[in-house]
Structures are given as C-alpha cells and as structure tokens.
C-alpha cells in the first residue's frame, strides 16, 4: 500500500527550502542572463483572498520557469503603504495608521510564505517608511528645480467634514465616501506636476511598447488626448474681454449660434447681468455638487444658465449668447466653448432644450438644409455651405488648413495642437502620506527644504485623523531656511501614485542611504523586463510611471525612457455574491441554502458574479482552501481555471479537481518510484523504442513543446492541462504495462515521471519537490534545467484520430501520419468502424477536423 499525500506535512516540509538556499537572490552584478520580472506591489490592506493570489502566483511561477531556463531573475516585493484606506482604516479602530499598516504587512509576509511565493527579500521596501519616502522628497524638490512641480488655484471636490481634497472617485452620489457628507467644489492652490510638458514624448512612445496590450496603448492615446485645431477669439459684447476657445472643426465657425462657458469660468461673475445673477450663482452652487465624471455624461438631461451676456461671431460679426452648463468642465481646453449644433449632438441637444438658433454649414450635397427638420446632428462630411468665400469646398482637413490660415491673417485665432491630458494635482491634506518638502517664508517666498534635512518626518503624534498635518503646529511651525524668520512648513502630503511612479528603481539598491538609487545598476538591469498588473492601472499609475522616468532621465539620472518592456494585465476573478433586498444586506454564500434562499427566511436571494469583497461577502479565504486541499491545490487551480488575462469565476468543484489531479499524480510516482531510482540514467534512442514506447515519448516531448510555449504567452491554464494530458498518457502506459500487454522501459519511464514533475514544478512546487527527491535525485528542483524537447520526437508515425457521434466520444483509431490530413479517408475509416454502433440511425453529415477528429452527426 503506497503511502498518503499528506500535504500539509510536505508543504511545511518545503516552505522556506527556497528563501533558505537563496534561489531568488540574484548577483546583481552579472546581466548576462538577466530578467527583471516585476509585479505591481500591493497595498497593505488586511489579509488577500485567492482572487489576490491570482497576480503573485503568475509571478513566482513564471519566476521558477524562468531560474530552470537559467536566467538571473530578479523579482522584488514591496508595499504602497501610504493613503487614504489606512486612514479610514485607523479611525475606525482607533489606531495610528502605521500600526495598522506594518501590522498588515506581516500578515502579507505570511501569506506570501504560505502559498510558496519567494522574492528577493533583502530588497524589501515600504512607501511609508522615512528611508523610502525620503527620496520622494528628494525628487519633488528636483522637480520643483526643474519647473516640473508648480502650485496653482484650482477646482476641487472638497469634504467640509474631512476638510481635506477627494479625488473624483473618492465622492460617490455627490457625498464623501469617507462621512457621507455632501461634497462641495472649493478653488484651493495645490501642487501640481507638469506632465504636460511631456504629452507629445508621452503619446508618441507608445509606438515603442510593441509588447504592451493593445487596448491600454490605446486607452492611455484617448487619455492623453491629441487634438489638432484653431484657438479662436471671441470677444464680449460691451465689455474689452475676450473668450478664448478651442476647435478641432474651426470650418464650422459660421455655424456657431451660442456660446457656452464652464460655471466656473473667471469670466462668468463680470459678464453676468444684474437681472441674470441671482439664478447664475444658484446653478453654479447646485453644479458645484457634481463630479466632473457626472458632468461628462451624454445621458444626462441637459442643463443650463443664460448669463445675459453675448459675444461676436469673430467671422459673421452677430451676436451670440452666452450660457454657462455643467457639460463644460475648466479643465479641459479653456473652459469655454463655441457651440455649433447642427454639426456637434451634445449642442444640438442644448440647443432644442433652450430654442437656440441652429444654422447647418456643411451639407452631404452641397444643398441648402432646413434647420427645423434636423433632429440629429449631422456629423457626415460634405460641402460647406452658409459659410461665405468657403460655399461649395469639401469640409475636411484641407478646407479646415484653410480656414485656419484664414482666422491667422485676420489676427482672430491660430493653428493649435491641444491635449485632453492635465498637469497631475499631487496634493492631498491628509496625514498618511509623503509631506511636501516645502516651506512657506513671508519673505523668500516658497523655499525647499534643504537636501541635508531630509527627510521631512511625519510626526510620530497620536493620530487625529481627519485633518491631518495642518492642526499640528510642532510641524508646521519653522524657521526658513534661507533667512531664519518664522516661517510654516507646507501640509499638504503627497498623492501616493507619486509613491508608485518610480519604485521599481528604487529596488536595485532599496537599502542605499545616500541617493535615490545606483544609476551604474539600474541601467543595467532597467527597464523592468516583464511587468503584470491589474488592468485598472492601465492609465494613471502607468501614466504616471512613463512620466517619471522621462523627467529622472532628464535630470542625467538614467540611459532609458521608458520603465516597462513587457505589461501583461491580468484578470479579476470573481465570486457569486447574494444580497437579501428585505434586509439590505449581503448573506455569505457558505450560508445561502439550496435555491438561493435565504438562511433564516424562504426569501430569494438577488445573485450577482462579482468582484470579490469583504463588502459583499463573497471573499474566498485561501486558508480555507490551504487548510482542506493544500497550497499546490490552490496554486494548481489558480492557474488552471482560464486564460489569466480574462475575468474568471471562482469554482469550488474545479479546485476539487485539482486536488484529484495531484493525488493522481502522487499515487503514480509511489507505486514506480522504486522502479524509477534503480533505473539508469541513459539517452533515449527514439529508433530503438518500440510502437508503445515510442507514443509515450512523443507525448513527453510533445508536452515539453506546448509547456514552454505557453509559460513564454502566460498561458498558464494551458500548460497545466499538458501536464494532465502527460499523466494520463503515463497512467495508461504503466496501466498497459502492469495488464502484460507491454513490457516496461524503465529508463524511459524514469525520464516520463521526471519530466512531468519538472513541468509541474512551477505551478506546484511543494509536492514536485518532495517527489523529485522520492524518485533519487538530491538537488533542488531549481538547480535543474528546463526540460528541452527533440524536434526528431515531435514527429509521429501515426496519429490517433477520435470518433465522435453527435459530439459524443464514441471510439479512435490510428492511422500513418501522411493521411492524418486526408479527410476522404478518415471519414471513411471512421463510417466504417463505427457503423455498428448506429443503430439503424440515418448519417445526416460528416464533420473532420484533420489530424484530431471525425464528428458524425446523426
């Protein structure tokens, strides 16, 4: 009797085997070979679920294939422990947040060592640690230098309750997700990175990223937003102010009947009339609620104010009036637009709203268009009409140039290349966060804090929650540094993507004092080779990083200009979660009874597939997997439920089936394992194998083939049914053998089961470890080499075809290889052997799929 896969005495067994022999502690020094695999570092906010284990198991998989490939393979770990979660965290609790937060580290540092995930732990860093985000300090203050960090009045979501900034995803219905107090729109000078100063490098770069997902390429190009146009100039009856506007389509500048400006706009209090006032300042109270995400939506009823005032026409001369609305944000452009709503949905549909004039300048035919009969916006390219020396020319880019030089000769406007890209508000007035290393003097004005300073402490106070760094004097109180008059430290803390825009650099030498990083080592082993993260980060995390590297690269500090070669995004995986509507409440679904009813009551649940969340109680715990089935279980079905990249439900019978598969594979190797140490070690002559032999040797190379295919495109779900299919086809050979159908090649057996071990490793290291030393081997599975397939072995003599019957498995058979592609002839065979078993029953059609199948349809 073989004994029991006792996984949790193999698993404890193994645990620390690799950080202990330092697999993953690469020489630095040696780029020969090297590959600089990085995921993106998580955030310290309590214990992961499997849905979390999904990113760093890809990692420390592709990791292990790539050290057996012989690469020198850094993969670091850090945390992005600053923000606004550890803060609601810690005044929920009662806590400081940075108790909450190294406390929360320690506990990812026993899940990583519990699933088996090994980084290089010697580089080990933390955002909220002083040596880390002293270097962000440092940059800010090299950036401040180079007039790439700015302060400005600005637009903000303001929470008067919390009396700090929110980012338009922090207000949820109009209300602080933090209090739920309403939000309102305040004018705040914040800090500001001029990352447009980089649009233009930022766009056409992209180019560059051949092995980035096309969708975030193209996601980051709308983001950044290039538009090539006029600036045109209106001014504003009776009064010497002008309205500066931007078009790509200044060609339909006759066409523009009315003018609509952002509610905050600086011109809208000066041009208003007395008799118009009172309901301007009410709209732009009520739209001062709104985020600019609501403002932009093209459902939304369309909303809002005359000013009383009107502008020129600069190219008719007529009066046009001018109306403030939500749908104009001052952030994009300039804050003002000129409305053209025969030619443009979103002015038409205004336009109808308030019985605005709409006159068509461009018409399919060339012909005249009755303004009443447009219902929509006629978008089409045609010929200019209504629009003067222009009539009859064909509306597009060179009737656009000309219009554009036009509009320059006349001094009312220029040729313009715009972006929908912003400069990055980095401030944020809360206590967890990065402090701005300035300092506020009556006399010197804004001055750094001096580099021997750094870095600006977070005051080790008792937490005080909301209003962070402005209620403690001890902090902001100083003296400045050039002059020793009182002065006050900034306290406003930095956006934590700053935290993340550059610490892939810092990992090359986290534990150095004395600068950012070693410029001599990063351009050695930077870019990061392969890159794996969430497709939410698609724009502004990797925006921001792409930013940065360029600024650091033009301060001489490194040779590249992007940080990433490779991105791949994976997927979320998502479990049912079920909510009870009469209590308002999410029900765990260990307590849903059969039907999706209710524990206690006979109501039905409401189902949904979500993305997992303690808030809907639809988290799966990877100790419980761990505790019943084992971390190789976890790890195997992690990887194994569908292409990592695509969202993917959560399936209790599929890590079931895993842990079959494994035991499977365990049983296997203890009943041959004696076998397998007496047999010698020996190259396989495929010539001398015969006809059984040979088809498990072709299945063992074949499975070498699509194995290393697969890890190389991160089709991890793939290579692990190769290696299933491998252990079936070993599991039929010994089968045949045992029954004296065929006589056993130990060798070949050996290189079978050491092969199918070796693949798996990756994906289940604990038990592959444990087996390879049962078969008589001593090294670590590490220290071998990626099993390498022959060419010659992937080439069969015959080929097994199946019979389906109504898509059924229904019989096979073999025939050479040279007609595995001759569908006449497998049909036929295939008609013949399975007449039999028709019954009677009438062929409607024949499908074959040469080389695999004969599908009969009846």
Known sequence: ???????????????????????????????????????????????????????????????????????????????????????????????????????????????????????????????????????????????????????????????????????????????????????????????????????????????????????????????????????????????????????????????????????????????????????????????????????????????????????????????????????????????????????????????????????????????????????EAILQEGFMIKSGQFNGLAAGKETISKFITFLEEKDLGKGEINFRLRDWLISRQRYWGTPIPMIHCEKCGIVPVPEKDLPVLLPDVEFLGKKGLAEIPDFYNVDCPQCGAKARRDTDTMDTFVDSSWYFLRYISSQNDDKIFDSEAVNKWLPVDQYVGGIEHAILHLLYARFVVKAIRDLGLINFSEPFTRLFTQGMITHQAYRSKAEGRWIPPNEVREGNLHPKTDEKLHTELAKMSKSKKNVVAPTEIIEKYGTDTERLYTLFMGPPEKEIEWNDEGVRGGSRFLNRVWTLVQKYKDTIKAAPIEAIDMDKLDKRDKQLWHIVNEKIHSVTRDFEKFHFNTSVAATMELSNELADYTSSCENKKHELNAPLLRQAVETLILLLSPITPFVTEELWRQIGNKDAVLKQKWPVYEEKALKRDEVTIVIQVNGKLRDQFQVPADLAKNKAELEKIALEQIQGRLNGKDVRKVIVVPGRLVNVVV
């Open 1 to 375: 009797m073989s004994e029991q896969y006792d996984f949790k005495t193999i698993e404890e067994k193994w645990r620390d085997f690799w950080r202990d022999n330092k697999f993953f502690e690469p020489d630095l020094n040696d780029t020969s070979n090297k590959t600089y695999y990085l995921n993106m570092f998580p955030y310290p906010s309590g214990e992961m679920h499997v849905g979390h284990g999904r990113n760093w198991l890809i990692g420390d998989a592709f990791s292990r294939y790539l050290i057996m490939n012989g690469k020198n393979v850094l993969n670091p770990m850090g945390y992005d422990a600053f923000g606004l979660p550890a803060e609601n965290a810690a005044i929920d609790r009662g806590i400081h947040p940075k108790e909450w937060t190294f406390k929360n580290i320690e506990t990812f540092r026993q899940q990583f060592r519990q699933w088996g995930v090994v980084f290089d732990w010697r580089r080990e860093l933390a955002t909220c640690e002083p040596k880390y985000y002293k270097w962000n300090q440092w940059l800010f203050i090299e950036f401040y230098k180079k007039g790439l960090a700015y302060r400005k009045a600005s637009q903000v979501n303001w929470c008067p309750s919390c009396e700090t900034v929110l980012a338009n995803e922090q207000v949820v219905d109009g209300e602080c997700e933090r209090c739920g107090t309403e939000v309102q729109k305040k004018e705040l000078t914040q800090w500001f990175f001029k990352i447009t100063d980089y649009a233009q490098e930022l766009l056409d770069d992209l180019e560059k990223l051949e092995h980035w997902p096309e969708r975030v390429k193209i996601m980051q190009k709308n983001w950044i937003g290039r538009s090539e146009g006029a600036s045109i100039h209106f001014k504003v009856d009776g009064h010497d102010d002008e309205l500066e506007v931007f078009t790509t389509r200044p060609d339909t500048i006759f066409g523009a009947t009315f003018m609509v400006l952002a509610p905050e706009h600086p011109l809208v209090a000066k041009i208003t009339t007395d008799d118009r006032r009172a309901e301007v300042e009410a709209y732009i109270e009520e739209v001062g609620k709104e985020t600019d995400i609501e403002r932009q939506m093209t459902e939304r009823d369309k909303t809002g104010k005359f000013t009383g005032a009107s502008a020129i026409n600069p190219v008719t001369g007529t009066k046009i009036p001018i109306w403030i609305a939500d749908y104009v944000l001052m952030g994009y452009g300039t804050g003002a637009i000129m409305a053209v709503p025969a030619h443009d949905q979103r002015d038409l549909d205004f336009a109808r709203e308030f019985g605005l004039e709409v006159i068509p300048v461009i018409s399919v035919d060339g012909k005249d268009i009755d303004a009443s009969n447009i219902t």
